[in-house]
């Protein structure tokens, strides 16, 4: 169904970290960016579609002259929203927001880090852009920022706290599908397992909560498309939920090791996971309103051999190519179909 | 990341660097007869292993790395490990240090990267500190030293979640991050590739509380389940064996963590370095925090201010290089450059003013050593060994 295509290469090796892949698609351009993070660095590249220029970028995190182990990236991913496309960086120092490209930072929200290190360590992860104007981002506590974002300059404003999480925040996502017509536009969440859905606005709402297994399971990597969440676990499984009510429309023994990365294609509802088993695979979901279920048929594996991948993403809305990253691997690896 | 990532490196790191001595020193024992030229005898052995064993689980010293810190980087990683290593009468040269230490961080990441469960660090922990004990078994102050960092450890850790774990894995992960020294144990093993990556299977046991993969479940609105179907793995897994016992004592069931040298021969401590392998930090400072540490962990160690003589200590050379007959051979520089394996050998070279130097040594022992034999017998003994190959 897919084949492998030529790598893209990174100057960096990658770092294993959930969601450790970020893809953007620039239509007017002919461009798609990748980023990936690299203990301290993010590490951009800029291919263009016919597969001739590349172009790389390096951002580090602040404070670049510290102790490499103090300044660590969690995540970097891409927020795309109506009126623009921004990058957000999110460490244990703090958030940074860039322009989609990675030329300039337009701005920098600092975590309240104590002198000494408390018990538990503090850093924001899980990103996400959300209907209209906004971007989300988590935080070690629990806590999920709001910024309101302007549709252009840097006049980024924190427009709230929302505190329904009581773990660290692993992942976080848009409803992805652009019907207007589903409730809720947000799914987080955290390393309990549990799961928050939200509906977006000067005042966001907490419309459902999906509590995490009998026993704490992390819950590593999340999409929401058409209503339906659909959850990657460390236990290597992967759960399918109706966003507002909680039922469980399909449970797949997907993995053998931890997931570290799904994502969707909204047009053609194609799904990918991937983890630290070495395999990344590709699903298609079809709902059936009329009966309230959802199918899941399993159509590709592909197994990077030695390699625990820790990012996987299409490169476009249909699913029709791929990206994989893994750990200490300094590469881009993409599959298309023929 | 991880804020408490230190003591499982330690215990971890230290544990292999135990396996290695200790292999290479029984390595040396081809003679029962003590005064043979050259040899070290089970006592020798035993007594390195219990001040190295001694001076890691020292109380003051666990406790300072069971305090919340960021993990360092692997300058003060190694100074501090050789700090541990010179509690003995052992001198490392710096070549064999440096080789010592990528031996120990490449066992170390494979067990961190083929851990099954996050929590399984704490096995693989458990299994080093299981081999400790046995190690310096007949020296009770010793092993006491150990199980009551066992019980800090079990203290700190058991109420982490598997995130949490995944967390001080990812952390540890990133400080291993592009180090591919290819070690000949492994290689014969096959765990490891010829471009020094390890190798993961797609096959075996699944991890305790995951489920085989290949079942895809679909359920109606009321909860019930309507169909099932399976789906093609590309892999051959089974389900989870039992789950080994966190606890002071008991099966530890997986076997990261154990040591893999005492089935081996005494060549299988080569390494070689291949072009990727990544230098050590840039010469510049260390980071003011870094320096603190370093400064406090040092302080909280048993004192020892032999270290910097090294004028009239025993050297050992761990990691022997066709240009060894020189003192401090820059042994980075010549590994980089071989493309073949370095041989290993422990030398140890006598001195003359060795006898007033053992004497102070004798001295910094605490009062588990000198309850465990007669030091001037030793040191006769010990000088008489310690001659040129």
Known sequence: ?338 | MSVRTLPLVFINLGGEMLYILDQRLRSLNTSEDNSEKGVWSDNDRSRVMNDIVGTLFNRAFMDELLKPQHLYSHRTMKTVLTRIAHASIMRLNAASMDRLYELMVMAFKYQVLLCPRPKDMLLITYNHMDAIREFVQDTPVIVNQVDETHRKIIEVYSSFTEGEFQLLRQTLLIFFQDMHVRVSLFLKNKTQNPNGRFALTTSGPVPHGSDVPGLIRLFDCKGREVRRHGFPVAGSYSSSIRPGSFGLQGPRVIRLGLNMYTMSDTEETHTSNTPSVKADESPNLLAKEELNLLARLMGSMRAEDRVEDEAGTFRVHLFYTDEEEDEEEAGASGGAEKPSFDLINIQATQDEHVTSELALIAGQFTEAEENSGNHSDNREDLLAMMDDL
């Open chain 1, 1 to 338: 169904m897919y084949h492998k295509e030529k790598s893209l290469q990174i100057k960096n090796s990658a770092s294993a970290l959930y969601n450790n892949l970020g893809v953007l698609r620039i239509a007017p351009k002919q461009l798609t960016y990748f980023t990936v993070v690299h203990a301290n660095v993010v590490n951009m590249v800029s291919a263009s579609w016919d597969g001739l220029n590349y172009s790389h970028r390096q951002l580090q995190s602040k404070e670049p002259n510290v102790a490499t182990s103090t300044s660590l990236i969690m995540q970097a991913a891409f927020c795309a929203l109506p009126s623009r496309d921004l990058l957000v960086v999110t460490s244990q120092k703090g958030i940074q927001i860039y322009e989609s490209d990675g030329s300039i930072m337009v701005y920098w929200h600092a975590l309240e880090t104590p002198e000494t290190p408390t018990e538990t360590a503090v850093f924001a992860r899980g990103i996400s852009a959300v209907w209209e104007n906004y971007i989300c981002v988590g935080v070690s506590s629990g806590a999920i920022l709001v910024f309101d974002i302007p549709s252009k300059g840097s006049n980024i404003t924190l427009s709230e706290v929302l505190e329904e999480h009581n773990e660290s925040i692993t992942d976080m996502a848009p409803e992805c599908s652009g019907s207007q017509e589903c409730i809720a536009n947000l799914v987080t969440a955290d390393d309990g397992g549990n799961l928050c859905l939200w509906k977006s606005g000067e005042e966001f709402q907490v419309l459902n909560k999906i509590p995490g297994f009998e026993y704490v399971m992390s819950c590593s990597s999340v999409k929401l498309w058409k209503g339906t969440v659909v959850a990657g676990y460390g236990s290597g499984q992967i759960r399918l939920y109706e966003a507002v009510t909680g039922i469980l429309h399909a449970e797949v023994n997907a993995h053998a090791r931890w997931i570290y990365s799904l994502d969707i294609a909204p047009f053609s509802g194609l799904l990918l996971s991937a983890a630290e088993d070495s395999l990344v695979r590709v699903w298609h979901l079809s709902m059936t309103p009329e009966t309230n279920t959802v199918e899941v048929a399993h159509l590709h594996n592909e197994c990077v051999t030695d390699t625990q991948i820790c990012g996987a993403k299409f490169c476009d809305g249909d699913g029709y190519a791929f990206a994989v990253t893994g750990y200490d691997l300094s590469e881009i690896i993409r599959y298309v179909q023929p």
